[in-house]
């Protein structure tokens, strides 16, 4: 099988210049440049909400030269996602791609603009996988991860496929070991969420907590072998209300079992705030049922 390099050289070439006019450099957080995209013609861009100061000026520079202000629509730390406005006209928008024909293997570019001009590094798919959780609980609808390397200012860069598809918004602060791309699945569903409340509710209970095995006589009797020991309760929040204690062992809510703190993370999604579920709860070896109302992360 020959391999014409001068072919491929010239196709990715073609591909970043293509792709580089969506791509924006975001200057939001002193002395840190990162990468947006642009995700609509109305002047909607993604980038990651690590690169985005709590408060502060948002500035966004375009392939053109200009600098322009933004303002902040919304973010999501649980997808380290957020989402700015520019009054801009004439954005060119980068389109998902669906992912099902991505493979192990397969080449990519990550592209960022942390400067004046856009960059790329080349890599290809190390690990495609599953949808997951994030540290925060976010859901994440497909796990994708990349060798590229993404040099500072890379986060809010995009990942694209051979033919210069956009595959996924790179980020630097969900995995301590790689650079993982957040699909445009999740992208949508985020920033269609922002656009619309301007923030991602997440539920709480108002504890902190960590992973215990249970005795196997203990197990037998709350049809679990683990469960989650609360270290800290919040005074006044949802656990404390319902009157959990420290030391409590948290063995499932609404009937699903908890052996990990992304379960509970994962459980406690948008749509379970203001609802009333049953903790089934181990105190000094006695198990009970404690109704407990989930609370709104502010």
């Known amino acids: 099988m020959s391999l014409d390099l001068n072919a491929l050289s010239q196709s990715l070439a073609s591909i970043v210049e ?15 440049g990162a990468t947006g995209i642009v995700w609509s013609s109305e002047g909607h861009i993604v980038t990651t909400h690590h690169s985005i100061e709590h408060e ?24 380290d996602l957020a989402l700015l406005k520019a009054d801009v ?36 798919v190390s690990a495609f996988g599953e949808g997951w959780r994030t540290f925060a609980g976010g859901r994440i609808d497909r796990y994708l991860e990349t060798d590229a390397d993404l040099p500072p200012g890379f986060s809010g860069g995009a990942l694209v496929d051979a033919q210069g598809r956009f595959l996924g918004l790179l980020t630097a602060a969900l995995s301590r070991t790689a650079a993982v791309a957040i699909p445009g699945e999740t992208i949508t569903r985020v920033t269609q969420a922002l656009r619309q409340h301007g923030g991602i509710r997440r539920g709480y209970l108002g504890v902190g907590a960590h992973p215990v095995r249970l005795p196997q006589a203990l197990g037998a009797r709350v049809g679990s072998e683990a469960g ?50 049953q903790a089934r709860v181990l105190r000094a070896g006695e198990v009970r049922e404690v109704p407990i109302t989930i609370g709104k992360r502010s």
């Open 18 to 32: 293509r792709v580089a006019p969506s791509i924006v450099r975001i200057e939001a957080r002193r002395r840190h």
């Open 56 to 79: 502060g000026s948002i500035s966004i520079g375009l392939s053109d030269g200009r600098t322009v202000s933004a303002e902040l629509v919304g973010r999501d730390p649980s997808t």
């Open 89 to 124: 006209p004439g954005l060119v928008p980068l389109p998902p791609t669906p992912l099902q024909d991505l493979k192990v293997g397969h080449l990519v570019l990550a592209l960022g603009r942390p400067g004046r001009t856009a960059r790329a590094t080349l890599g290809i």
């Open 228 to 277: 989650l020991i609360l270290l800290t309760v919040e005074p006044d929040g949802p656990a404390d209300k319902a009157g959990l204690l420290i030391g409590d062992v948290l063995v499932s809510l609404g009937g699903q079992p908890l052996h990990s703190i992304e379960e509970l993370l994962g459980y406690l999604g948008d749509e379970k705030v203001g609802t009333q579920v």
